[in-house]
């Protein structure tokens, strides 16, 4: 039973893989793109750890602190990317709808 739950979990998680690489193509603009791929990506992750998790008992706590270091380290670093676009592309902009903010990034 544990190992169909595992890989339930790992293919929910690598459809969220995919969603997350779909949202990076149809997202208008960079903090948007960013935000969905931050958000996708981490889940996914969480999933297929879980899933190692319920196929290799064994490795639970290493994997239970790689969980807590993915779930550290992604919105962290998606924050500072976050934070470094905006001051750079988007400080002066109002409206950031896709069309509008590359017309102020080309001028």
């Known amino acids: 039973m544990l190992v169909v739950i595992g890989y339930i979990l790992g293919f929910l998680g690598v459809a969220l893989f995919f969603i997350s690489g779909l949202g990076l193509l149809r997202m208008p603009d960079t903090l948007t793109r960013m935000q969905t791929a931050t958000k ?16 290799e008992p064994q ?3 290493k994997l239970i602190v790689l969980a807590i270091f993915l779930l550290i380290t992604n919105p962290i670093s998606s924050s500072l990317l976050a934070k470094a676009t905006y001051k750079r592309f988007y400080k002066n902009i109002h409206n950031t709808s896709g069309v509008d903010a590359l017309k102020e990034m080309e001028k």
């Open 40 to 55: 996708a990506s981490t889940l996914g992750s969480l999933l297929v750890i879980l899933s190692v998790a319920c196929l």
């Open 59 to 61: 490795w639970t706590l």
